[in-house]
């Protein structure tokens, strides 16, 4: 089965700055890459996704890449502001089998 | 488009106690998913359902789980004899029902048991 591995688990960056966030899965059947924002005592939030065939795609400071030879994608948040503080997840999707990493959790500190 | 509701949100139960939770997903949403999550941890699959046949379920999913989603609408998780380890946040998401798409979260159900 899939297996999706994220790092960093804790990044602390300085508002204004920008955050990357890396994924790798293992496998190569999986073609949705979604990115979730789950903040304290919600549940996790879509911020973004991409599917297999694009390799990058980008909605206003928020970013993803996406490496298919590789196995990995990554989150690129720019400008960052202090409510972009929370935890966010990759996820990697094939044949409806959705596997999330670890979690990152992000604090951006004013 | 009211978004996934989860009841209850707390629930505190003892030891070998049985649970229920309750989820209503977005309407006209013909998928609902169960996920567990524990602290540190991203979300792991437990089962889905495509209306009210349940197509997959985790082997995370020992026999003391059961789930149901009688008339393709809400579900409900019914965990039996209760184990500490069985404390985690419970999950609930739905989609549309075209697979490999974006799932819609519910709040939560988090589960404590002494």
């Known amino acids: 089965g899939e297996n999706v591995e994220q790092h960093p688990s804790t990044l602390s960056v300085q508002e204004g700055d920008s955050a990357v966030i890396k994924c790798t899965y293992s496998d190569s059947a999986s073609n949705y890459f979604p990115w979730y924002k789950q903040e304290l005592g919600k549940g996790p939030q879509l911020i973004i996704d991409?599917?297999?065939?694009?390799g990058e795609k980008k909605d206003q400071r928020i970013a993803v890449t996406l490496n298919k030879t590789a196995k990995h994608f990554s989150l690129h948040i720019t400008e960052t502001q202090p409510e972009d503080s929370a935890v966010y997840f990759c996820a990697a999707s094939s044949n409806n089998d959705m596997r999330f990493g670890a979690g990152t959790r992000l604090t951006v500190k004013p | 488009d009211t978004g996934v509701s989860q009841n209850p949100r707390h629930k505190i139960t003892k030891r070998g106690q049985n649970v229920t939770f309750r989820c209503d997903p977005i309407s006209e949403h013909n998928r609902l998913y169960w996920y567990r999550q524990t602290l540190g941890q991203g979300p792991e699959f437990l089962t889905y359902?495509?209306?009210?046949?349940?197509?997959?379920k985790s082997r995370l999913l020992s026999d003391r789980f059961s789930a149901e989603r009688p008339k393709g609408s809400f579900s409900t998780l019914e965990i039996q004899r209760t184990e500490q380890g069985d404390s985690a946040m419970y999950l609930c998401?739905?989609?549309?029902?075209?697979?490999?798409?974006?799932?819609?979260f519910g709040s939560g159900t988090q589960l404590s048991v002494l």
């Open positions: 998401a739905s989609s549309r029902g075209q697979g490999n798409e974006k799932l819609f």
């Open positions: 359902f495509q209306n009210e046949a349940q197509l997959e």
């Open positions: 991409i599917r297999s065939n694009v």
